[in-house]
T-cell receptor, first 113, second 114 residues
Framework: DAMVIQNPRYQVTQFGKPVTLSCSQT?????MYWYQQKSSQAPKLLFH???????NEADTPDNFQSRRPNTSFCFLDIRSPGLGDAAMYLC????????????FGPGTRLTVT | AQSVTQPDIHITVSEGASLELRCNYS??????LFWYVQSPGQGLQLLLK??????LVQGIKGFEAEFKRSQSSFNLRKPSVHWSDAAEYFC????????????FGAGTRLAVHP
């Protein structure tokens, strides 16, 4: 089945130690998104890629970066995680910018110690 | 600014009872509307969506939602709840005609009593 895959499902990192979360998709969608979801809150969009075009949300901290080396993969890099960055990170895809339906992966739960 | 309001943070129903989860949006035009469900520790699964046309939309798992323009609402309903429906439910909107950005409500956590 076509799907969105996130690895790892659980990640523990130390305060200030860089961490990378990965997302892959077999849907061949053009758009990939990263959301941050803190406990009992709604997902919050960090940024998205439309093909290779990177689009950052205005309030996304500089500490968060992303890479998309090809259509299938997208990475979220947190350069210096703080305790406030502990959250669930969700990857999503959509076919293109005019396709409003987004498909979500299972998420990566990040713990910062 | 666009916003989505889910007035109920927690709802508890008995198994077999009917369910209605409320969602109101604030937007100048009719946006595209969605309901997603999230089980504990999982990603979001799309239940249903409304873009245009018939204001009563059917989704997966026996859910339906009704768009009411006059009330700026998109309430989710299910006639008979199953224990497996216990989860968090998010209403979301995307501005029509713009680029694909979902704005989520704060969510409603549903508990189901046997």
């Amino acid at each position: 089945d076509a799907m969105v895959i996130q690895n790892p499902r659980y990640q523990v990192t130390q305060f200030g130690k860089p961490v990378t979360l990965s997302c892959s998709q077999t849907l061949n969608h053009n758009v990939m998104y990263w959301y941050q979801q803190k406990s009992s809150q709604a997902p919050k969009l960090l940024f998205h890629y439309y093909d290779k075009d990177f689009n950052n949300e205005a309030d996304t901290p500089d500490n968060f970066q992303s890479r998309r080396p090809n259509t299938s993969f997208c990475f979220l890099d947190i350069r210096s995680p703080g305790l406030g960055d502990a959250a669930m990170y969700l990857c999503a895809t959509s076919r293109d910018r005019q396709a409003y339906e987004q498909y979500f992966g299972p998420g990566t739960r990040l713990t910062v110690t | 600014a666009q916003s989505v309001t889910q007035p109920d943070i927690h709802i508890t129903v008995s198994e077999g009872a009917s369910l209605e989860l409320r969602c109101n949006y604030s937007y100048g035009a009719t946006p595209y509307l969605f309901w997603y469900v999230q089980s504990p520790g999982q990603g979001l699964q799309l239940l249903l969506k409304y873009f245009s046309g018939d204001t009563l939309v059917q989704g997966i798992k026996g859910f339906e939602a009704e768009f009411k323009r006059s009330q700026s609402s998109f309430n989710l309903r299910k006639p008979s709840v199953h224990w497996s429906d216990a989860a968090e439910y998010f209403c979301a909107v995307a501005p029509s005609g713009g680029y694909n950005k979902l704005i989520f409500g704060a969510g409603t956590r549903l508990a189901v009593h046997p």
